[in-house]
T-cell receptor
Framework: GQNIDQPTEMTATEGAIVQINCTYQ??????LFWYQQHAGEAPTFLSY????GLEEKGRFSSFLSRSKGYSYLLLKELQMKDSASYLC????????????FGIGTKLQVIP | SQTIHQWPATLVQPVGSPLSLECTVE??????LYWYRQAAGRGLQLLFY??????ISSEVPQNLSASRPQDRQFILSSKKLLLSDSGFYLC????????????FGPGTRLTVT
C-alpha cells in the first residue's frame, strides 16, 4: 500500500515563493503527481515526476527524490488565484498502476 | 480535444434512496475510467476503475456499484444510500497510452439526508 504525508495547511504572501512538501512510503513506486484543486472544483493536473530531479513548468516546479521518498512543489511569484489545495499522488508499480492521493495541502495566499 | 462530463452537479437524496451518477468522455477511445469520492476533510478515495466495457474493479467494499455499458460511459449506482455516502464524487479518465495523468470531470456533490 501507499502512505502519503503532506502538511494540512500553509499560508504565504502574494509575490513570494512557497514550497509544499510530500513524503511517501510505498510498496511500489512508478511516479508522483501534483494536482491543484480549487475549493468546490475538480483537481487539475500540474506535474508528473518519475525520475529524480527538478521539473520546471512556468511558475511551478516539482522535485522528486526516490531514495528519500520525497517530493516538493515549488510555486514562485505567488498570485491570489494560487489559493487552492495541492494534492500529492503516487502511482503504483503494479500491473494496474493505481494512483493513491494524499489528503492535500490547503494553501492560502494573502496580500 | 477530450472532454469529460458528469451529471448531476449537485444532488440531495434521503437515506435509503437509490443513486445513479453518470460520466461520459468525449474525444478519446478506450479510456481507463475511474470513480473517486472525496469526503469533507479527506483525500480522494478510489472507488472503482475500468479498463474496458464491462470490466469493473472495486477498490473499497461498500454499498456502491459501477457499470460501463459503453466505451465512454461510466455509471456509479447504489440501491440504498447511507449517510456516509455523502461527498464529492469525481469521475476521471486516462489515456491507456504512454501518459499517466488522470483528468477529472466537474464532479457531483451528493448530500444524503
Amino acid at each position: 500500500g501507499q502512505n502519503i504525508d503532506q502538511p494540512t495547511e500553509m499560508t504565504a504572501t502574494e509575490g513570494a515563493i512557497v514550497q509544499i512538501n510530500c513524503t511517501y512510503q510505498t510498496s511500489g513506486f512508478n511516479g508522483l503527481f501534483w494536482y491543484q484543486q480549487h475549493a468546490g472544483e475538480a483537481p487539475t493536473f500540474l506535474s508528473y515526476n518519475v525520475l529524480d530531479g527538478l521539473e520546471e513548468k512556468g511558475r511551478f516546479s516539482s522535485f522528486l527524490s526516490r531514495s528519500k521518498g520525497y517530493s516538493y512543489l515549488l510555486l514562485k511569484e505567488l498570485q491570489m488565484k494560487d489559493s487552492a489545495s495541492y494534492l500529492c499522488a503516487v502511482r503504483d508499480s503494479g500491473g494496474y498502476q493505481k494512483v493513491t492521493f494524499g489528503i492535500g495541502t490547503k494553501l492560502q495566499v494573502i496580500p | 480535444s477530450q472532454t469529460i462530463h458528469q451529471w448531476p452537479a449537485t444532488l440531495v437524496q434521503p437515506v435509503g434512496s437509490p443513486l445513479s451518477l453518470e460520466c461520459t468522455v468525449e474525444g478519446t477511445s478506450n479510456p481507463n475510467l475511474y470513480w473517486y469520492r472525496q469526503a469533507a476533510g479527506r483525500g480522494l478515495q478510489l472507488l472503482f476503475y475500468s479498463v474496458g466495457i464491462g470490466q469493473i474493479s472495486s477498490e473499497v467494499p461498500q454499498n456502491l456499484s459501477a457499470s460501463r455499458p459503453q466505451d465512454r460511459q461510466f455509471i456509479l449506482s447504489s440501491k440504498k444510500l447511507l449517510l456516509s455516502d455523502s461527498g464529492f464524487y469525481l469521475c476521471a479518465w486516462r489515456s491507456p497510452g504512454l501518459t499517466y495523468e488522470q483528468y477529472f470531470g466537474p464532479g457531483t456533490r451528493l448530500t444524503v439526508t
